[in-house]
């Protein structure tokens, strides 16, 4: 059942510019905001027992979910629902730039869960990349927040639900490359 629930979760979020778009351009559709509303519950549920800072981020994605498709179902304004893909770089960049500030960024810690003994190098290498992915949630939360302001949800359907991914992808993707690329040359 667990496995059901995040596989459905993150197929929700995966899609949620689509369905977002859905709600707002085809008035059938509005009845999904409980549907939705009722899965960042579920959500909700099976992060009760969350720890650590990405727990907590998590569960407050959560929470913020459910509390705008409740307002916009309640208040009418499917509108409210564009905010979310901002509150999710705004928090992101919160967790990844508030570890910047500790003895271990996030990046770091998470290397370290498949390689304990990181030689100095990767640890420079992990607080680069840490940097890296602060400068991403920025530029990404920019653009999420001026397709809200814009108001025009084509654009913020073609940034939010396809570019954005793809420039995720590509960080990810290019940031392996790069980091096997050093391996070799260690």
């Known amino acids: 059942m667990c496995t059901l629930l995040r596989l459905l979760n993150a197929l929700t979020l995966l899609a949620w510019p689509f ?6 351009t085809q008035p059938q559709w509005r009845g999904m905001l409980g549907l939705l509303a009722l899965l960042f ?20 994605l959560a929470l913020v979910g459910t509390l705008l498709c409740l307002a916009s179902l309640l208040l009418r304004s ?14 992101m960049l919160l967790l990844f730039g508030s ?6 960024p996030l990046v770091e810690r998470l290397a370290r869960l498949r390689e304990p003994e990181l030689p100095p190098r990767a640890v420079r290498y992990t607080r680069r ?8 949630f920025i530029f990404n939360g920019s653009v999420a927040l001026a397709t809200c302001l814009l108001n025009n949800l084509q654009l913020w359907t073609l940034w939010n639900g396809g570019i954005s991914y793809i420039l995720m992808g ?14 070799k040359q260690a």
């Open 41 to 60: 519950v579920l959500r909700i549920w099976s992060l009760r027992r969350a720890t650590g800072a990405m727990g907590r981020v998590m569960l407050l």
């Open 19 to 24: 369905l977002v778009w859905l709600t707002i």
């Open 170 to 183: 590509a960080l990810m993707g290019g940031e392996w490359l790069l980091r096997q690329r050093i391996r």
């Open 129 to 136: 990349v840490t940097q890296v992915w602060c400068g991403f």
């Open 78 to 91: 499917q509108h409210l629902l564009l905010w979310y893909p901002l509150v999710v770089n705004v928090l």
């Open 99 to 104: 570890s910047l500030w500790s003895p271990m």
